[in-house]
């Protein structure tokens, strides 16, 4: 599924978006060029099996440019937009030694015209109190989001001048903002709200 012809995205942050983009590839292209170099300069004859040490060097490379740069995400993903049906949030709780990590996943079930609807699961780490999905939802049911490639969550499309919304997710690292904010507090990019 495509993006809506219909949906039209701010020009400044298309710019942010492009620009994002292609520094990810360029980054990428840079740890490939890296892992080359090194496939090059290492004499792997020696070795009883001299293709697999160029080939792990180049797996590396990949791993590298999916974590560093989230090549993963442009690659394998595809863009699409759609209409959340339905939010479900719980919290996953792990005990570690003499303590406990608390997580909080939220699962969006989005309408995207195909057979069966999309899921997506948005992962948040150490909330503590009241489940801010329901008292403060970032997303609500009925809202339309659209998903660009090489983004890390969803961004809300439709968004009403009277919506009471005070929360805002960043479509790049995920993290909460609030609504007065037009950048992510944490990765600086541009909000669209």
């Known amino acids: 599924m495509a993006i809506d012809k219909n949906i039209k995205l701010p020009q400044k942050f298309l710019e942010q978006y492009r620009k994002n983009i292609v520094f990810r590839m360029f980054v990428s292209i840079a740890l490939f060029t890296t892992a080359g170099v090194l496939c090059a300069a290492i004499d ?8 697999m040490g160029v080939v792990m060097i180049m797996v590396v490379g990949f791993v590298l440019s999916c974590l560093v740069a989230g090549l993963h ?8 937009s759609g209409t959340i049906t339905e939010i479900d949030a719980d919290y996953h709780i792990r005990t570690k ?3 406990f990590t608390k997580k909080l ?17 948005l ?12 008292t403060e939802a970032p997303y609500k049911v009925g809202d339309t989001v659209v998903f660009l490639r090489g983004m890390k969550y969803p961004l809300r499309y439709n968004i009403d001048t009277e ?7 960043c479509p790049y690292c995920g993290d909460i903002n609030k609504a007065e904010r037009d950048t992510c507090y944490k990765c ?5 709200k």
Do not use: A
Request: aromatic share 16%.
């Open 163 to 169: 919506d009471t919304l005070t929360l805002f997710v």
């Open 44 to 51: 792997f004859s020696e070795t009883r099996y001299p293709v």
């Open 188 to 192: 600086g990019k541009f909000l669209i």
């Open 123 to 134: 992962l948040h780490e150490n909330m503590d109190g009241e489940n801010k999905y329901f």
């Open 105 to 121: 996943i939220v699962t969006l079930t989005i309408d995207c015209g195909e057979k069966t609807p999309r899921k997506f699961e």
């Open 73 to 80: 995400r442009i690659l394998f993903r595809k863009s699409w």
């Open 97 to 99: 030694n003499k303590g």
